[in-house]
């Protein structure tokens, strides 16, 4: 049973750092697409960016391109999101994804879903 567990999610000032961990079990974590989606209240679910199964390619949505770095360490399974520079409108709950196929911004294309972390930027 593959299982995400995410983590790292709080409360930031806006203007500030949070750093973003997804531990995954049950599958063999170097051979997938990794990525991270947010949601809203009312809203659908966000793109934000994946990683590569090796972590040699990254792809992120304009809206976080030049304040989030997505990457994996993949001796530890585990899929991360830096997030520096932090809006109000960043605010969501933080999921992570896995896929079998290669790199997508479509949340249908993704398999399995972790529980989701809050990350919630007061101004």
């Known amino acids: 049973q593959v299982q995400l567990v995410e983590s790292g999610g709080g409360l930031v000032q806006a203007g500030g750092s949070l750093k973003l961990s997804c531990a995954a079990s049950?599958?063999?974590?170097?051979?997938?697409?990794m990525a991270w989606f947010r949601q809203a209240p009312g809203k659908e679910r966000e793109f934000v960016g994946y990683?590569?199964?090796?972590?040699?390619?990254?792809y992120n949505s304009d809206s976080v391109k030049a304040r989030f770095t997505i990457s994996r360490d993949n001796a530890k399974n585990t899929l991360y999101l830096q997030m520096s520079s932090l809006k109000p409108e960043d605010t969501a709950v933080y999921y992570c994804?896995?896929?079998?196929?290669?790199?997508?911004?479509?949340?249908?294309?993704?398999?399995?879903w972790g529980q989701g972390t809050q990350v919630t930027v007061s101004s």
């Open positions: 049950g599958l063999t974590f170097s051979s997938y697409t």
């Open positions: 994804g896995v896929r079998a196929g290669y790199g997508s911004r479509r949340p249908t294309d993704y398999n399995t």
């Open positions: 990683v590569t199964a090796t972590g040699g390619y990254t």
